[in-house]
């Protein structure tokens, strides 16, 4: 069904379209022009409208009609509406004001119009406006459809509001407008389920009290662009919640009229944001920065201008944590990890940051001024280095530190950094478990040393590793009681190198272990040689690291070994570092005891340098302790080493064991120990380390 309404506007147009009816108005007008009486005009318009009507049938359909002027005062009207102005009798969703434009521009407008009933009720109708072709500053009105009833009028419009309010309400975003009256800002639409999760209202004022002092700032500035014709899209943080926050401003004829804006809830979007960038930048185990993080910072902190105290770069190296990872497994790793990086934490300063490497490794950046650096590193070593118990096993950890300090001239973050690596590494090859500041010489040392990696592993193959035999004497009848193999390494280019220098890169590199079995299988076959050739059987002693001991196969190696030389136990010894049975005293005394089963002999080498206590000492099941020759060297140097050695000797006798001093090269000091009852003695004061010839010379049975 066609509407109605649509009907009788078209008949409208064609009323008010036919060129007669025009000209009919246009000549009464012209015709008046001279008149001043304004009811004149009416009454005669009147009788012309009334004429053309009687010729038209259209014009049934037509209401009535009110000819208006350019200011929107009433020249005439059917209907009595009192003295108004025409936009205070009609009402419209447009602005008059904009209408008369669009008549001037288009020559008509349609649209429906609201106007006000003699009962004070309001009514809609459909109208039609048309300028007047020679008088544009006449306009004629034209309304059509007209009625008492007024519930279309009324509850339409109501309804039509109602429905946008509440699908408004409904939205899960915020939707607002502002505009400015007398130069404040006027909150004039406030809806949407976000609006009600933050208890916002249409009390601008209530909602400022409520911004922080920066939100308020940055909604303020934003706002007033808008206002000034801008599109803005910002982010801020309020009552919990991270806010999109979009503003379109809405023009009118050049000028910003008010300004819609339209706020997203993106809390969870930045919470996953920020949880990805926290696994980019932290450690997943630790919760600390990681090396990404580390750089960007470090990057910061090198252009800090305040360099009045040093500011460094810390770079801490646990020693041996893959003992316990290949021992307890990954987890029980996994908890020395936090538990080393929860120490390190206690004993930083202010103005310090933490961050964890990979694997085993710590670097502590001082971004202020410490008066002393090193003495930091030294507190933080010592803290790891206390007694710490993982699955019902007591650790003893050691860390080697390196410092890179930031005043030092460097390009980049990353060759600070790798500063102190270097000064690590270096650290690592001369023992360990210290602190080593920096310098060139370094760098330079630690390349060449890494070049012997390779030939380490050619080693073998160039058959460049032998062994030599130091002697271990009799301190009362001066006779060779045992040998201690020493390994020794003769580089087919470089010579002779120490251990000291290729040990350490060979237990970074994984090479310890071929190593070190090489040496027990070499030492027991050695022994059997002697034997056959008639040499007076004596003990002989083998080094074991840290690293092998604790592996897991290593007694089947130990066992296999015997057996393939067929070596008598009962004349093995091995040396264990008080170090390295501190690492995993548990798994370390059990091992220990198996090796006594099988006739074994075990003794600690180094003792005095670690930091083993009574206790252990007691449980360990050792038959000789080894007094370290820096003790030995320094007895008539140093006050307090004599007593220290006597009561080392009276320590091990208490224990039941047999006492040996290393590095005794004079008389004076043969004589000291000699007087201590020390039992054995090892040193050049008897003689260096032997080749295997040499030593079974003096082995030799006499005829």
Known sequence: M????????????????????????????????DIRNK???????????????????????????????????????????????????????????????????????????????????????????YPFSNKPDLFCIVLNGISDNTGYNIQEEQMIEAEYKRMLQEIMNLIFKVRKENGHIALTVMEGKLAKKLNLSLDIEEIIQSLDEDTYVLLKDKIEKAM??????????????????????????????????????????????QQIEHLVTHDTLTGLPNRHKLMKDVELF?????????????????????????????????????????RIKETLPMGSYLYRLDGDEFVV??????????????????????????????????????????????NKAEEYINRASSAVHYGKIHGGNQVYAYNKQMSQTYNELLLLESDIRKAFKRNEFRLAYQPKVDVKSNHIVGVEALIRWEHGKKGNIPPSTFIPIAEEIGMIHAIGEWVLFEACQQFMRWKKAGAESVMIAVNVSAIELQQTDFLDKVKKIIKETKMDPNYLEIEITENSVMHNTIECIHTMKELRKMGISLSIDDFGTGYSSMGYLQKFPINYLKIDQSFI??????????????????????????????????EKILQFIREEACDYYQGYFYSKPLDPIEIGRKLKKPN
């Open 2 to 33: 066609i509407g109605e309404k649509g009907m009788e506007i078209e008949k409208i147009d064609q009323l008010l379209d036919a060129q007669h009816l025009r000209n009919q108005l246009n000549q009464l007008i012209d015709e008046k022009t």
């Open 39 to 129: 009811e004149e005009i009416q009454r005669e318009i009147h009788e012309q409208f009334n004429n053309v009507r009687n010729l038209m049938s259209l014009l049934r359909q037509v209401n009535s009609f009110i000819i208006f002027d350019s200011n929107y005062h009433m020249i005439y009207t059917e209907k009595e509406f009192g003295n108004h102005l025409i936009t205070s009798v009609f009402h419209t969703k447009v602005p008059f004001a904009n209408i008369i434009d669009k008549v001037v521009q288009n020559g008509k407008w349609k649209g429906k119009v609201q106007y006000n009933k003699t009962d004070g009720k309001k009514a809609w109708c459909d109208a039609v406006i």
């Open 228 to 273: 000034q014709g801008e599109e803005k899209v910002f982010k801020f943080y309020y009552k919990g919640s991270h806010l999109y926050t979009m503003l379109s401003p809405l023009v009118d004829k050049g000028y910003v009229t008010e300004v819609v804006g339209t706020v997203i809830d993106i809390s969870l979007f930045e919470y996953s944001q």
């Open 302 to 342: 090198i252009y800090n201008k305040q360099m009045d105290k040093p500011k460094a770069v810390i770079y801490c190296d646990l020693d041996r944590l893959k003992n316990i990872n290949d021992t307890l497994g990954q987890l029980a790793g996994d908890q020395v990890i936090n538990l080393i990086a929860e």
């Open 365 to 410: 950046v001082i971004e202020q001024s410490v008066d002393d650096v090193k003495s930091l590193s030294e507190r933080v070593l010592q803290k790891i280095r206390q007694p710490f118990v993982i699955s019902n096993h007591d650790f003893y950890m050691t860390a080697t530190i390196g410092i890179s300090y930031i005043n030092e001239p460097a």
């Open 633 to 666: 060297k320094d007895l008539f140097n140093e006050a307090g080493s004599a007593e220290i050695i006597k009561a080392m000797i009276q320590l091990g006798h208490t224990f039941g064991l047999k006492v040996v001093a290393e590095g005794v090269e004079g």
